[in-house]
């Protein structure tokens, strides 16, 4: 379980600040899946780094029961002078797990070819999507939290990371930031929206996309999550 205490947390924006979240309370439950949703801007993004722990909130406080993934898709998981393959006995080494088969498993599954011995810095925004895929399936957490990199590569390997993330998430807590409402519902059984630094939580992922969706359409305003 993830809880939001009275979080805050704004940012500068083309030198304005921005709200991505403004007193918010609310709680991600354990063995739930929630897609995020929300327009452009709005913040996605940096809650599921609030969430993951990689950013601190401006006030308030973020608790977590049992273990929880780094931000899937989040680049800044690696450093980008060692190579994939150094990244990923560091995570296992990190996370407790069996080195041996965790590097076995993502030289396998994220098909980098002789770039798995080369440093993550050369790696373009695909290799590095499917070196984090890789990394954080092949852990097991408690909560996945995942921002869009479903959705990466061509078909076939779409369709490795969708039978890979299904065995995992059976069994585990989501948070899904994703534009893809077919991917968000296979995935989903619950759904939150993002708008104007308020986040509120729907039991249905229906209600939460039929919500967004009435924003998107108005210009999602600040303040205009009811």
């Known amino acids: 379980m993830i809880e939001l205490r009275h979080v805050t947390k704004a940012y500068r924006a083309l030198d304005r600040r921005r709200v991505v979240l403004d007193d918010v309370s609310a709680i991600f439950p354990d063995g739930r899946a929630v897609a995020v949703f929300g327009a452009n801007g709005q913040g996605k993004s940096t809650l599921i780094r609030l969430l993951a722990g990689t950013e601190a909130p401006d006030s308030g406080r973020v608790l977590h029961t049992g273990r929880t ?130 986040l509120r939580m729907f039991d249905d992922i229906e209600d939460a996309i039929a919500l967004h969706e009435k924003l998107v359409r108005g210009g999602e305003r600040p303040g205009a999550v009811p």
Not at 88 to 112: K, N, P, Q, W
Not at 162 to 171: S, W
């Open 69 to 198: 993934s780094f931000p899937l898709g989040f680049s800044g998981t690696f450093n980008a002078l060692l190579s994939g393959r150094e990244n990923i006995r560091f995570l296992a080494r990190l996370h407790g797990a069996d080195t041996a088969a965790t590097l076995a498993f993502v030289e396998d599954f994220a098909e980098l070819g002789a770039y798995w011995r080369m440093p993550v810095g050369t790696y373009s925004s695909g290799m590095l999507a499917r070196l984090a895929f890789g990394g954080c399936i092949a852990l097991e957490f408690d909560t996945y939290l995942v921002d869009e990199v479903i959705s990466v590569g061509d078909a076939r390997f779409r369709a490795r990371c969708l039978d890979a993330f299904a065995a995992r998430t059976g069994h585990a807590a989501l948070v899904l930031v994703s534009h893809d409402l077919a991917i968000a519902r296979a995935f989903c059984d619950s759904g939150a929206v993002l708008a104007g630094g308020g």
